[in-house]
């Protein structure tokens, strides 16, 4: 998927740290996917190891994608979504937030720590804050090192 | 509850409490009652609606089996129309099934008379059978029977819970010598109407009564802390939860038997999550080959993430198991953790807001 943002390998840093790790960002397309096209624009880079995902909003993001996401292997979640009051379809974005409320518990009772899903609220002219946002969830996830999850032969 | 009368019952309990329900019908304070009953050649007690006074001494209102969770049924009906009052015969974790299936709007409280049965236990269905045909007064027998009562479902020798919740009407059988008498405890409200068609008189509640829950739960209660921290430690790691699921069949029982998961059909058998050839394809050369059918990991979790808030603890996900999996004690491990979470209790009361309908812009995220 074309992000609109240079990745850092073609501009050329050292990530070689971080090359094992994955992080799938979950954004709505209104405002955090925007803010990444301003990002973009300003060329403000942010971690190799995050690939985004555009959603049409938070609201759509249900449990089962965040789920597919730890069992296929990812080692963080990264979902970003419009300001309350801000979204596109009124709610959605509160719906997002309950339902992280309410999945994190399952998360960290089968060993997934809540810190490897993080929501954010990042509006479209926010291009800086998605870039130190998603920096310091990869910091956290390279902290964490790989998730539980990963590789595993699931039944 | 407030107030408590003490019925006599010469020996058959289940036979009194089924008279008390005739005479609900013949005062017409309900037009019919549910209760589970087993009509010969059946043995198993199953939810029957009778509406004939006359036909309620074939039921079993006491029988220490429920072979699916009332609840399902007890909702079903419930919609139905609004004149016809229903008196229903449930088990404590069928009351607070049927207050999560009301808040999901798949349930009306108000034509209903809930009439709590205060529960020890329930056998399986097949060991039901099976000791059925030893003891013909299985269900006055295991109430005084220590040896029976150890029998009973796996889920239920931990549960806590088993005092009915949110009923106008309690069958008390806790510190009571069921051949002598059993209890009735009700409020103001429906309760009371129910209890003077009945013309219960209020009296002193026996102190042995306390005792005897307070026993029980304490037994109950280490129990679970034993269960409960074993499945923690277990489901905690990715080898450990697979370690419980690895012969998962994939036949969805578990699903259709939860009284709480209400949908017609579940999003896991949705065609459009089903995986095809293409991404089985990937994964079997990442993994070594990949096991059909696939995804049983992202169902349970799914499930669990759907609705562990309103897992009521019922245990039957474990009873129809047909490989023994105790899905039972995963989802209320996760549900504990989840209900503490969410400030939120399965069952507790029918004004408490499901949290994932709760949508404030108050908080952060
Ligand atoms: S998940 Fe199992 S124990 Fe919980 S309500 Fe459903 S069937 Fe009962
Ligand atoms: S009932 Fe048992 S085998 Fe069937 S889907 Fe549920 S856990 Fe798997
Ligand atoms: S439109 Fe952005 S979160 Fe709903």
Redesign the interface.
């Known amino acids: 998927m074309n992000t609109g943002i240079s990745r850092p390998e073609e501009a050329g840093t050292d990530n070689s740290r971080h090359k094992e790790l994955d992080v799938l960002a979950l954004v709505c397309n209104w405002c955090t996917y925007t803010a990444a096209d301003l990002a973009g624009v300003t060329r403000l880079h942010y971690p190799a190891q995050v690939r985004l995902i555009r959603f049409m909003c938070t609201g759509m993001i249900d449990m089962r994608y965040i789920l597919s996401c730890f069992l296929d292997g990812a080692d963080g979640v990264f979902i970003g979504g419009c300001h309350p009051g801000d979204c596109h379809y009124l709610t959605g974005n509160l719906k997002a937030r309950v339902r992280i409320k309410g999945i994190r518990p399952v998360l960290e009772s089968v060993g997934i720590p809540p810190q490897r899903l993080r929501l954010e609220w990042i509006g479209a002219s926010e291009g800086k804050k998605l870039q130190e946002d998603l920096t310091s969830f990869a910091r956290v996830i390279e902290q964490l090192g790989p998730s539980d999850y990963k590789g595993m032969n699931l039944v | 509850m407030h107030n408590f009368s003490l019925i006599e019952t010469r020996g058959d309990a289940g036979k009194a409490v089924s008279m008390l329900l005739a005479r609900l019908l013949e005062q017409n304070m309900v037009q019919a009652v549910i209760v589970p009953a087993a009509v010969p050649p059946s043995v198993l007690p199953m939810t029957r609606l009778l509406n004939n006074p006359a036909d309620l001494d074939q039921t079993s209102p006491l029988a220490p089996v429920a072979g699916v969770s009332a609840a399902t049924q007890a909702a079903k009906i419930s919609r139905g129309p609004q004149e016809i009052k229903i008196a229903a015969v449930l088990r404590p974790c069928e009351i607070r099934a049927l207050v999560e299936l009301h808040k999901l709007n798949q349930a009306q409280l108000d034509n209903l008379l809930v009439i709590g049965l205060e529960c020890p236990g329930r056998l399986e269905n097949q060991d039901y059978i099976d000791l059925q045909d030893q003891n013909q007064d299985l269900d006055q027998r295991f109430y005084r029977d220590e040896d029976l009562q150890s029998r009973i479902a796996i889920t239920c020798r931990s549960c806590i819970d088993f005092l009915p919740e949110n009923a106008h009407l309690n069958i008390c059988v806790l510190g009571l010598d069921l051949d002598q008498q059993a209890g009735i405890a009700w409020d103001e409200g429906p309760g009371a109407d129910a209890a003077r068609a009945l013309e219960l008189k209020p009296g002193q509640e026996p102190g042995e009564r306390g005792r005897a829950v307070d026993s029980l739960r304490s037994q109950r209660e280490s129990a679970r802390e034993e269960v409960m921290s074993r499945s923690?430690e277990t489901?905690?790691?990715?080898?450990?939860?697979?370690s419980m699921?690895?012969h998962?069949l994939g036949c969805f029982n578990c699903q259709r038997a939860c009284p709480v998961c209400f949908c017609r059909e579940c999003?896991c058998s949705r065609e459009a999550?089903e995986q095809n050839l293409e991404m089985l394809h990937t994964r079997a050369g990442?993994?070594?080959g990949?096991?059909l059918p696939?995804g049983?990991?992202?169902f349970h979790?799914?499930r669990?993430?759907?609705m562990?808030?309103a897992c009521v603890g019922c245990g039957q996900c474990s009873s129809v198991c047909p490989i023994h999996i105790p899905v039972a004690d995963i989802f209320r491990?996760?549900a504990a953790?989840?209900q503490?979470?969410?400030d939120y209790k399965a069952g507790r009361s029918p004004e408490e807001p499901i949290?994932?309908l709760?949508?404030?812009?108050e908080?952060d995220?």
């Open positions: 923690r489901i905690s790691s990715s080898s450990g939860l697979q699921i690895a998962c999003v999550f990442r993994t070594g990949i096991r696939a049983m990991t992202m979790l799914t669990l993430a759907h562990a808030h491990t996760v953790a989840t503490k979470e969410l949290p994932h709760n949508f404030s812009t908080g995220q």
